[in-house]
């Protein structure tokens, strides 16, 4: 079995060995201040005794755990802390195919790559539901494909690469259809505290023991290396899903989950409301000078990501290194988040420098 490997770093390679200067946007990497109390945290840590250097437990710092429980409203047990989003999706996915209820899992075109190629990783099989152009996902058309062989439904919102937040009722009816077949939902919420609508609605919200729920402090904290995420599981399943995270990881990182239980703690609900305010600006700054190049794009309801179409200009690898080369963007091809966008580009706005980004695109595409 070959699996797929994430196109993301070969685009970023590609963009490093450029012989000019190249505005990064391809990948989710935050480019702002973690909470002041995340540094504190870590600095503390390095004075601690030898014993703090040691295996915490693996299923996560009981602390961290049981703060992560109390925001989120569930037993502490239910939580098992995680290298990241990308870990979690993976104990989930891999705890809804070993169930035996079906080996298929439900994916949206666009996807984010890492889902389809977790699914092959884990002998499954991928089945897509087309979302609409705003990146909205109808659950009729999810119902449409859901049987006794689906496993789970894989889902993300706010979206990456669409920009989607969905409402509650599709979150909800989402739930509902995997309650129907005996099929879990799984819902990726990493970027939750990017939601620019205020209609965020998490599958926490409807109880259910056919939802796991899936995030981390990636995105949040601006930490994409710290690794640490954490998954929600239905109490009957979360032992197999802590036994795997145990065979696979021995335990996470401990200064890692040190400093962000500290910054959880401490980080006021301002510091969250900064990071949206530069976003929106970003998006603004961005999709206007999309506006006035005469390109289509999509204005993101949450999440980091801006898509765009340029006439004649396909979202190929290709068209991407090109646009490297000849313009000093990077951005990533569009078929690499399934065929429905395959015309488009995406752009992730963690960059200071998206207005001369915008500027770029324009006189490239003019
Ligand atoms: C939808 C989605 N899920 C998961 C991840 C991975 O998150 P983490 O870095 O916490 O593993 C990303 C990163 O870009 C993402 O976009």
Redesign the pocket.
Known sequence: MEYETPLFFRVMQYADRADRDVIDMV??NPDWEPPAALREGLHEYADLEPDQFQYPPSEGLRELREEIAARRNVDVEQVVVTN???EA?YLAMARALERDRGDEIVLTDPV?P?YPGKTTMLGGTQRFVAADEAGQLDPADVREVASERTAAIVV?SPN?PTGAVYPEETVRELVEIAEEYDALLIS?E?YDHFDLSGRFASALGVDSDHRIVTN?F?KSMAI?GFRV?YAIFPPELIENAKSRHMLVNVAGSRPSQYAVLRALRETEPEYYEESRELLAERVETFTDALEAAGADYTTPQGSFYVMARFDGYPGTLENVERLIDEAGVAGMPGEAFGDSRSEWLRFALVTPRVSAAADRLAAYFE
Do not use: E, H, L
């Open positions: 990948s989710g990241g989003a990308g999706n984010y890492y993300n990456n990726d990493v981390a990636s994409t995420g």
